[in-house]
T-cell receptor, first 112, second 114 residues
Framework: QQQVKQSPQSLIVQKGGISIINCAYENTAFDYFPWYQQFPGKGPALLIA?????SEKKEGRFTISFNKSAKQFSLHIMDSQPGDSATYFCAASGNAGNMLTFGGGTRLMVKP | DVKVTQSSRYLVKRTGEKVFLECVQD?????MFWYRQDPGLGLRLIYFSYDVKMKEKGDIPEGYSVSREKKERFSLILESASTNQTSMYLCASIPQTGRGQTQYFGPGTRLLVL
């Protein structure tokens, strides 16, 4: 039973387009929502994270939108570049502190 | 920079073999984790450790054990490897117990059990 559901599983976007990845969670105790980026042959690395006291967080071309009432959050990549091609994981943690529950991952391909 | 290293990038083992996967971090982190990564299932926590000789089960501990004799080293052990343990294994660490901390991952070990 996945507590964090991520969609789509794969995504193809043209260079310059917007990539959107969505996640939904069930546990209302979650209070920290990071996104990790994984390139082939590498381990995941933190990309951006949000807490539920804000509805949006932006870092460069990457934005997290958060909807607490719907228990959903999403990653938007503006002006997508071929170098953004990677697998993206959303995650969530809550009262357990360090423990992250990960979504199933989205493989993004940005075509030149 | 935090560095998390894993002993092997690729491993091929036979069913029934005992398998050791080793992870070392160089930043004096207290907490270490072992995950397995499978397509469509994301990362699932196998075991974690918050101190030397301490361990806690994660979501899928069956068929695995761990060892943490030194702070910097966390080993994952498959007592008797089975084909359904073919997967990518990722180790991670964080500095200390606390909410919302970045997990630092190693590059992963891709294990094939024949």
């Amino acid at each position: 039973q996945q507590q964090v559901k991520q969609s789509p599983q794969s995504l193809i976007v043209q260079k310059g387009g917007i990539s959107i990845i969505n996640c939904a969670y069930e546990n209302t105790a979650f209070d920290y929502f990071p996104w990790y980026q994984q390139f082939p042959g590498k381990g995941p690395a933190l990309l951006i994270a949000i807490r539920p006291d804000v509805s949006e967080k932006k870092e460069g071309r990457f934005t997290i939108s958060f909807n607490k009432s719907a228990k959903q959050f999403s990653l938007h990549i503006m002006d997508s570049q071929p170098g953004d091609s990677a697998t993206y994981f959303c995650a969530a943690s809550g009262n357990a502190g360090n423990m992250l529950t990960f979504g199933g991952g989205t493989r993004l391909m940005v075509k030149p | 920079d935090v560095k998390v290293t894993q002993s092997s990038r690729y491993l091929v083992k036979r069913t029934g073999e005992k398998v050791f996967l080793e992870c070392v971090q160089d930043m004096d982190h207290e907490n270490m984790f072992w995950y397995r990564q499978d397509p469509g299932l994301g990362l699932r926590l196998i075991y974690f450790s918050y101190d030397v000789k301490m361990k806690e089960k994660g979501d899928i501990p069956e068929g695995y054990s761990v060892s943490r004799e030194k702070k910097e080293r966390f080993s994952l052990i498959l007592e008797s490897a089975s084909t359904n343990q073919t997967s990518m294994y990722l180790c991670a660490s964080i500095p200390q117990t606390g909410r919302g901390q970045t997990q630092y991952f190693g590059p992963g070990t891709r294990l094939l059990v024949l």
